[in-house]
């Protein structure tokens, strides 16, 4: 009965099993047809005009900051409050990272901080829709339309939020989603970035193949493409190219995602809307039962934007408890209760500190944050029971 409760946890079905075996019994393994197909599915559901599907949300990052120009000696902007990939994807290019803290709230972004962060190296501003809850993308993308830096919405926790009633992944220049297993809908491991710019879109999907094309339109040496060059160049007809013929334009990557996984990822993307549900209603009953708890400060929601739910964060009123955050943490996990923290503040990850020489202090309102977070259990294949058991133990270790 007691078992561990964790964190996160993805809920594969027979009908998730059934369509990975039918693709493993077709011709397609990968690079076949469930790609599009799964591409169509969450361009549809997001409102995108395209999705480009890849290895990991971390690949989609990758290739959103290719796409949308970073090199090296750039700069990128983000919150220190997220996984390391919202970062990583800059220094993969040769950019430096810098970070705006979170507004105290929300623990996304701060708009207000953001605009001073900007230098003229600025190439990508990468907000974090943390915990699914939409980051303030209006105040975000007029100050980036102002300077001309491109917006990468790190979506990773907000597939199927609403921001001002527009889907995310229909707000920023590009939109990156992760299909990890504690993410809404997996794929094993998987990502898609997500854009209404042509070419945008082409730029991640040269990036995902080795930077290699062979689209007749794209060609850049036409004089190699044919034995008759004279005649290529003169017309540029479709046939005119060597069907073998295709060229590497730029230093890209293999990040494609699998048949078998995108057949699974368009199973589990018809049952999004019924395990954001669930979130959401498990998150009323802890709100419910939090907000009693003086101890216990429960996530603030802005009204015009719907939270999508990948975590449930609690804050510890820690001046008026008698325990550290440590000892909660160690007596809930003692009572097998999945606790964690999201996140250790990104500028203080060694890398960073020694490549950057960010420290302590230098972002004071993400480290306040850090400093008494919580992240509690929270998946749709939570029990009503589970849910109660998480509540009571909390409620016992902070009383
Ligand atoms: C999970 C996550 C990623 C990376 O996704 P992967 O699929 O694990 O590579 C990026 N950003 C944030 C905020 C995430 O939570």
């Given amino acids: 009965m007691n078992d561990f409760i964790p964190y996160g946890k993805q809920i594969i079905e027979d009908d998730d099993i059934e369509a990975v075996l039918q693709t493993l019994k077709s011709d397609w393994l990968t690079q076949g047809p469930k790609i599009t197909e799964f591409e169509q599915a969450v361009a549809d559901k997001v409102n995108a005009k395209h999705a480009i599907a890849v290895a990991t949300g971390t690949a989609a990052l990758h290739c959103a900051c290719f796409a949308a120009g970073v090199t090296a000696g750039d700069e990128i902007i983000t919150s220190p409050i997220t996984f390391a990939s919202s970062g990583n994807c800059g220094l993969f290019l040769g950019a430096t990272v810098k970070f705006v803290d979170i507004r105290a709230d929300t623990y996304c972004i701060d708009p207000q901080k953001l605009e001073t962060a900007i230098t003229a190296k600025t190439k990508a501003i990468i907000p974090v829709d943390f915990t699914g809850q939409p980051c303030d993308m209006d105040e975000i993308i007029s100050i980036a339309k102002k300077h001309n830096i491109p917006v990468i919405q790190d979506a990773a926790h907000s597939i199927g939020a609403i921001y001002k009633n527009k889907m995310v992944g229909s707000i920023a220049d590009l939109t990156i989603f992760s299909f990890h297993p504690v993410k809404h809908i997996t794929t094993a491991e998987g990502g898609m970035i997500v854009t209404n710019d042509d070419q945008l879109a082409k730029q991640c999907r040269l990036f995902r193949t080795h930077g290699i094309t062979n689209s007749n ?28 013929y295709y060229e590497m334009q ?55 934007r719907k939270n999508a739910f990948h975590l449930y964060m609690l804050k510890l009123n820690l001046i008026k408890m008698d325990k550290s955050r440590r000892k909660v943490f160690d007596e809930l996990r003692a009572m097998k209760i999945g606790v964690h923290v999201h996140y250790i503040p990104l500028h ?12 302590r202090n230098d972002f004071p309102v993400s480290e306040e944050y850090y400093d008494s977070a919580l992240t509690i259990p929270l998946f749709p294949g939570m029990t009503d029971e589970q849910v109660q058991r998480v509540i009571d133990s909390i409620n016992q270790v902070v009383s």
């Fill in 250 to 304: 730029a230093l890209g990557n293999k990040y494609c995602l699998t048949d078998m996984q995108c057949a699974l990822g368009i199973s589990q993307l018809k049952k999004l809307d019924n395990f954001i549900k669930r979130r959401r209603e498990i998150v009323a009953v802890y709100n419910e039962a939090f907000s009693k708890n003086k101890k216990l400060i429960i996530p603030f929601q802005e009204t015009d």
């Fill in 217 to 244: 339109d794209d060609m850049q040496l036409v004089e190699q493409a044919s034995d008759n060059e004279n005649q290529y160049l003169k017309t540029r007809e479709a046939d005119s190219k060597a069907a073998w």
């Fill in 348 to 359: 203080l990850q060694p890398y960073y500190r020694e490549k950057f020489g960010y420290k």
